[in-house]
């Protein structure tokens, strides 16, 4: 009868006792900080339905061979988590008591737990992407097996693999400074779990680098690219676009030991745009590199080059040389000719359109006309345009008689617009060039080649010189400049008129012997005093200094004495005088 009164007794305290406590504390997760020894204690709590808790205690040892030691106690019930310092970063293990239960005598005891060093299972990337709107890098992977995954850290693989993203998800893409299409870009991944135990780092896997090279030349553009770094490629695929259509035409497709591909386009001035795409080999699986454009921008000939003018002036020949503007023009090969002679490349210039200046030092433009033309190169050495070829003109003048001179000249019709007329020109003075005031003797039209003058020499002019100038038709909207071309000018120079004194008083006023008269070259010419028995009583070389009736430094006697003398007019001609001149004392 006791037993059974004992067993009801002990039937009703437990009952009491599970409806006052349901359940008991039930540990949860022990993480340990091992850089500061904190560790973070996370359970779930008891529930009191009797409010009977007074305290809660933290027990823990660092060993399984010690005791547990108290560490701290609480009494804010609300509380399922604490964090304090331990005195190491041994292998602790931990449990909680609850007191008072119900009955105000038993207290509550948690399971045993000790720090969670296990870290998650690795995680590997499945591929690194170049996104083909942002040209940023998507990465993706697989969920982490691991019960206990937090997120995954991502790091850029340099020298000290850079953390640039802490993210719960299983894709990320990367808009920080980092550039796929400037170079690949190197990535790895590692999950942690709620106590950021971290897994391995993962592989390296690297972006596709794609660049391209054009030759217009040869109408291609090469494709070169870095391999995919992660896992082994099945092959690459290479996609194009052009102007603003859709990545949907497949160029081409190679295996993967070879980076590079020639795309040979159709037509220049569209912009064709390329990526690759690699495949990793025996899963659905790809990568998809930078995007590349290359604007293959249209040849546009170089047309209506002409050689404005080719001009003497001052003995050297000025040239103007026009091309079209806005095209593909890359260079000026201009073609000489001396005379009859063929031509020969005089210069290769540099030159992108426009009105092109050129001097020619190199001439003899008395004796000789010259020819020019030029021809217009652009990309791959390829002749645009060649202009028409200009002739200098190649003036002569022969004096028939004084007063009667005979003018011929090479006809100018080169200008683009042809010549329209002619004008006869007239100086005393071989230097005038285009700037200087000429006068024109006569209007002539464009086929006359030749005319006579019956200029006279004025009492000191030395010197009549001519040249022809040969003027361009009128602007039109195709050709709006208008140019001239000047001959060489050439010049006759008068006979020398000569006068000798047939006498002279060494005593007197004349009492000088020389030649005297216009037009004389002094310097070259000269003259000899004889007496009457053949003897040379005076010699010059320059008849400016003249004969004072003295021989070795004496006065002659009063005689006639014989002069012979040589005259070198200042146009190259020669005269010989001979004759008698009378001394008297």
């Known amino acids: 009868m006791k037993s059974k009164l004992f067993i009801l007794i002990l039937s009703v305290f437990w009952a009491h006792l599970v409806s006052a406590v349901e359940t008991r504390p039930k540990m949860r997760r022990a993480c340990l900080n091992r850089l500061d020894s904190t560790l973070d204690l996370l359970w779930f709590k008891p529930t009191d339905n009797c409010n009977s808790f007074t305290s809660f205690s933290l027990y823990g040892r660092d060993d399984i061979l010690s005791t547990f030691n108290f560490l701290g106690s609480y009494n804010n019930f609300s509380l399922d988590n604490i964090s304090i310092k331990l005195k190491n970063l041994k292998d602790w293990e931990f449990y909680l008591v609850y007191n008072k239960a119900c009955n105000g005598v038993d207290s509550v005891f948690s ?25 940023k890098s998507n990465l993706g992977w697989s969920n982490n097996p691991s019960k206990d995954i937090k997120g995954y850290y991502i790091y850029h693989v340099t020298g000290n693999n850079d953390t640039i993203g802490d993210i719960v998800n299983t894709s990320f893409q990367d808009i920080g400074p980092r550039d796929p299409s400037v170079n690949a870009v190197s990535y790895s991944i590692a999950a942690y779990d709620s106590c950021r135990n971290l897994s391995l780092i993962s592989l390296r896997h690297s972006t596709i680098h794609l660049q391209a090279a054009y030759d217009q030349c040869q109408k291609s553009i090469s494709l070169t690219w870095s391999r995919y770094v992660g896992w082994a490629e099945q092959e690459y695929q290479i996609y194009m676009k052009s102007g603003t259509g859709n990545y949907k035409l497949l160029v081409g497709s190679v295996n993967p030991a070879i980076s590079q591909f020639t795309y040979n386009f159709p037509v220049f001035g569209e912009t064709y745009c390329f990526y690759v795409r690699a495949f990793k080999s025996g899963a659905n699986i790809s990568s998809s ?15 209506n080059s002409y050689v404005a003018k080719a001009s003497v002036q001052r003995g050297i020949i000025e040239l103007t040389l026009v091309t079209e503007t806005s095209t593909s023009l890359q260079k000026v090969n201009v073609y000489k000719a001396e005379g009859n002679d063929p031509f020969q490349l005089w210069q290769s210039l540099n030159h992108t359109g426009g009105t092109l200046e050129l001097i020619d030092n190199n001439v003899n433009v008395q004796t000789k006309s010259y020819s020019y033309y030029f021809t217009t190169e652009g990309p791959c050495n390829l002749i645009f345009d060649t202009s028409q070829t200009a002739k200098t003109i190649l003036l002569s003048v022969s004096m028939l008689s004084p007063g009667n001179q005979q003018i011929n000249w090479s006809l100018y019709s080169d200008f683009i617009k042809f010549t329209q007329s002619q004008e006869l020109l007239l100086s005393d003075n071989e230097n005038y060039d285009k700037s200087s005031t000429w006068n024109v003797l006569n209007a002539l039209n464009n086929s006359t080649k030749f005319a006579n003058d019956n200029t006279v020499f004025g009492v000191n002019q030395e010197k009549i010189c001519y040249a022809v100038r040969a003027l361009e038709n009128a602007p039109t909207p195709s050709y709006p400049r208008r140019d001239t071309s000047y001959s060489n000018i050439q010049c006759i120079t008068a006979d020398p008129i000569v006068f000798f004194p047939n006498a002279i008083q060494l005593n007197g006023y004349n009492n000088t012997f020389f030649p005297k008269g216009t037009f004389i070259d002094t310097a070259a010419s000269s003259f000899i005093i004889y007496n009457r028995w053949g003897q040379i009583v005076f010699e010059t070389h320059n008849i400016e200094k003249a004969w004072d009736g003295k021989e070795n430094g004496e006065f002659v006697q009063s005689d006639v004495y014989l002069y012979r003398a040589t005259i070198v007019g200042l146009n190259g001609k020669v005269l010989y005088f001979d004759g008698t001149i009378t001394v008297l004392k």
């Open 111 to 135: 399971d045993t737990i000790t720090i969670d060093n296990t870290a998650p299972f690795d995680s590997q990337l499945d591929s690194v992407s170049v996104d083909l709107t942002s040209q």
């Open 289 to 303: 590199s930078n995007i590349v454009c290359v604007n293959t921008n249209t040849i546009t000939a170089a047309a």
